[in-house]
């Protein structure tokens, strides 16, 4: 089974710039979810998105940051402007269908590393 | 909002000693996962625990969530160099959130 794809792995860019990600997620899964890593931190949740329509967007930087998911597979995350702070690995994860007794579990991709200067 | 507390910060071990790490909570969790994350990759995930009490090996690997669901362990016993990587606590709210929020990792290093 292949597992969640993501490009590019590696991204520099200049502040005030754009930037967008892509993801694949493990065929069949419904639900993705698009996290950011700072260094020496947790993944922290941006969007999670059932099909194409978003789930939870409530650590989402609106004001520069978005997401979509039109077919409800591949996914994108975008970022205009980009800011200094916003050097981290994104991260695309997607889950596993539900099973009986709600045990489900995400599935990571290699993330993209964005660095911002 | 909801933050783990993952202790130690970095662990600096001999090839063949055990390892334990744990993770605790102020708040309830339905569901607790360990992650291992190698340089330059994505979180992998190594045992997931579903029920209060519960205790699960993989292996070298054993975890454990709390009775109190505010906690959990992972143990690794007979560590090798391949152990080496950030291991990640996470816990799921449940209660139709699906949200995972993450500790701050473990850094393991195994010296040969």
């Known amino acids: 089974e292949a597992g969640v794809a993501q490009s590019p792995r590696y991204k520099i860019i200049e502040k005030r710039q754009s930037v967008a990600f892509w993801c694949n997620p493990i065929s069949g899964h419904a639900t993705l979810y698009w996290y950011q890593q700072i260094l020496g931190q947790g993944p922290k949740l941006l969007i999670q998105?059932?099909?194409?329509?978003?789930?939870?967007d409530s650590q989402l930087p609106k004001d520069r940051f978005s997401a979509e998911r039109l077919k409800g597979v591949d996914s994108t995350l975008k970022i205009q402007p980009a800011k200094l702070e916003d050097s981290a690995v994104y991260l695309c994860?997607?889950?596993?269908?539900?099973?009986?007794?709600?045990?489900?579990?995400?599935?990571f991709g290699p993330g993209t590393r964005l660095l911002v200067l | 909002g909801q933050q783990l507390n993952q202790s130690p910060q970095s662990m600096f071990i001999q090839e063949g000693e055990d390892v334990s790490m744990n993770c605790t909570s102020s708040?309830?969790?339905?569901?607790w996962l360990w992650y291992k994350q190698d340089p330059g990759e994505g979180p992998v995930l190594l045992i997931a625990?579903?029920?209060?009490?519960e205790l699960t090996s993989n292996g070298r690997l054993t975890a454990q969530f709390g009775i109190t669901r505010k906690d959990s362990f992972l143990n690794i016993s007979a560590s090798i160099p391949s152990d080496v990587g950030i291991y990640f606590c996470a816990g799921q709210l449940g209660g139709g959130s699906e949200k995972l929020v993450f500790g701050k990792g473990t850094k393991l290093t195994v010296n040969p």
């Open positions: 625990l579903y029920k209060a009490g």
């Open positions: 708040s309830i969790f339905n569901t």
């Open positions: 994860a997607s889950r596993t269908p539900g099973l009986a007794g709600g045990r489900e579990t995400q599935y």
């Open positions: 998105f059932q099909n194409n329509g978003v789930v939870d």
